[in-house]
């Protein structure tokens, strides 16, 4: 066994006679491990929050949505549909228009978006599992799937056949008007259905066939605002990297990613922060196992000018006192993640914490988050080891 090594093993697990040193070891201990477990934890809840939402946003948004460059509209030519049957990995795709809409409702009124889907939709799109009353779009009839938060404030009741939803669309032009009831396109639907997925959703969406969006909008047959597309799994790349060569410069084409960047970009930069902050309790943590070495090293340091007088050198007695802290960190480290683990589990099968009455806080092991706190720890560690040992000189042990 490596010399230092086994020193180092007997001072770390050997009680020392100074009762203050062994105390100043266990709050060194005690702080590595709740601050391992603390870092697994928050990083581990971060990745749930991620999880969690992106079952909405798998349920709301497509793998890829094409657009026009340029103009709210195109039209869904031939050539656009021969690129899109013709592309590998493309499983399904669906016609979309979406425009800003005023919505009447007995007397009372709401604006928001109006959402014209085809048939294929829920293929694409599996926003179907989200009704919360009702059902589904009937496309052989003028109906309506509206979110939670506008059903609400317009009082819209199901399949109410005796008061239907008013669709109002301003008509494109210039200039005055001396008819304020000729500016507007509109239409009645009947609601049939209601969704529920987040608080800004619910208020944003009424969801109607695609034919009553295009009516409103005075588009033709084939004049779309979008084009919604499931690929199959982890091809999304390849695919946009072929629809954005066969299709050219005249369409955007975007992921699921890029179609919700702002959310990933403010959850990945709360999830640094969140990794900074606690980063920084841990070098205060730190400075325990610090304090602890040098206090191990002045109460050994007749054995140590023992050791010396044997024959041990000035870079193997540092190294006793490194390995040390590296023995103490790895630890800690080891006690705290293995906490952290039996939490983590026990949220997912008990659902200790709720974040609702039925939504339980999310939380989820994954691998790599393990990867960065031990890499964080073991280098917060080592580091400290080396600072204390440097204290070691001749001149300490002569």
């Known amino acids: 066994m490596n010399f230092s090594l086994y020193i180092a093993k007997r001072y770390l697990f050997a009680k020392s006679s100074n009762n203050t040193i062994n105390i100043i070891t266990k709050i060194a201990s005690i702080g590595i491990i709740v601050g391992s477990l603390a870092l697994f934890i928050v990083l581990s809840v971060f990745s749930g929050l991620k999880t969690f939402s992106s079952k909405f946003l798998n349920a709301t948004d497509p793998n890829i949505r094409i657009t026009s460059t340029k103009g709210k509209s195109f039209e869904f030519s031939d050539n656009i549909q021969n690129t899109l049957l013709s592309t590998k990995d493309i499983i399904a795709f669906t016609k979309v228009i979406e425009e800003r809409a005023f919505f009447k409702y007995d007397n009372k009124e709401q604006i928001a978006y109006i959402k014209g889907v085809d048939r ?31 059903a609400n404030k317009l009082s819209i009741g199901i399949l109410n056949y005796g008061d239907p939803l008013t669709i109002l669309v301003p008509k494109p032009g210039k200039g005055y008007l001396t008819n304020p009831s000729k500016a507007f396109h509109t239409s009645n639907v009947q609601a049939v259905g209601v969704f529920a997925i987040s608080e800004e959703l619910d208020q944003k969406f009424v969801f109607t066939p695609l034919h009553v969006s295009q009516k409103l909008l005075n588009y033709s047959k084939n004049q779309i605002s979008a084009i919604d597309i499931k690929t199959a799994s982890n091809e999304t790349s390849i695919c946009i990297k072929t629809l954005k060569e ?18 990933y970009k403010i959850l990945n930069t709360e999830k640094l922060v969140a990794y900074l902050i606690f980063t920084l309790v841990l070098i205060i943590a730190v400075f325990n196992v610090i304090g602890s070495i040098i206090m191990m090293i002045l109460d050994k340091k007749s054995n140590l000018i023992t050791l010396y007088n044997l024959g041990a050198s000035i870079k193997e007695i540092k190294k006793i006192f490194i390995y040390q802290g590296f023995l103490l960190t790895l630890g800690g480290l080891l006690t705290g993640t293995s906490f952290a683990c039996l939490l983590i589990f026990a949220q997912n099968k008990y659902q200790l914490f709720m974040i609702t009455s039925t939504i339980a806080y999310p939380i989820e092991f994954q691998i790599q988050n393990l990867l960065v706190v031990c890499v964080t720890i073991i280098t917060l560690g080592f580091a400290a080891a080396i600072i204390a040992s440097s204290r070691i000189s001749k001149d300490l042990i002569k």
Not at 246 to 259: A, F, H, I, M, W
């Open 246 to 263: 066969k299709l050219g410069n005249d369409y955007t084409v975007q992921s699921r990613e890029e179609l919700n960047s702002a959310f």
């Open 120 to 150: 294929n939709y829920t293929k694409v799109v599996r926003i179907d599992t989200l009704i919360y009353s009702g059902k589904w779009l009937d496309f052989d009839k003028n109906t309506a799937l509206v979110g939670r938060g506008i």
